[in-house]
């Protein structure tokens, strides 16, 4: 093989692995503005298994206030202390997408968090996890 065409191999296999780089990159990019946590209409349907009354409404509110206010503030608006040190705005909870999903998709998010949420699978029991739902609804609803 002839040093030229040695040369002309090596730019061709450099040039293709930058495009194939750059094609991957563009393929898996978000378009601006997307940031919408989804979750799986399986994980959607899981059902709440805590009726919403008075009792689950006041455990869910203690929960609430000591693990999700420091992020999501008092009123729910994603203005707690904590969530200015964050590289993500914190959701606002009365914003009328937010009541637009199922109890089962907002329960998958609490359970496996997404940065910079935490994931509370450890931190939480399941009924804790289902009576804040129970409370969000009551509370910050604005329905």
Not at 87 to 102: G, Y
Request: net charge positive.
């Amino acid at each position: 093989m002839s040093k030229i065409n040695a040369i002309q191999k090596i730019v061709f296999i450099s040039l293709s692995i930058t495009y194939l780089i750059f094609s991957l990159h563009f393929v898996n990019a978000k378009p601006a503005g997307s940031d919408e946590w989804r979750v799986s209409p399986r994980k959607a349907k899981i059902k709440n298994s805590i009726p919403s009354d008075e009792l689950s409404i006041q455990q869910g509110k203690k929960v609430y206030q000591r693990e999700c206010e420091e992020c999501h503030g008092v009123s729910g608006k994603g203005d707690g202390p904590e969530a200015k040190k964050l590289d993500k705005t914190v959701p606002d909870f009365s914003n009328s997408k937010m009541w637009e999903q199922a109890d089962g998709a907002i329960y998958w998010k609490i359970r496996t968090g997404r940065r910079p949420m935490p994931s509370f699978k450890k931190l939480l029991s399941k009924d804790e996890m289902w009576q804040v739902i129970n409370y969000l609804r009551d509370d910050f609803n604005a329905d």
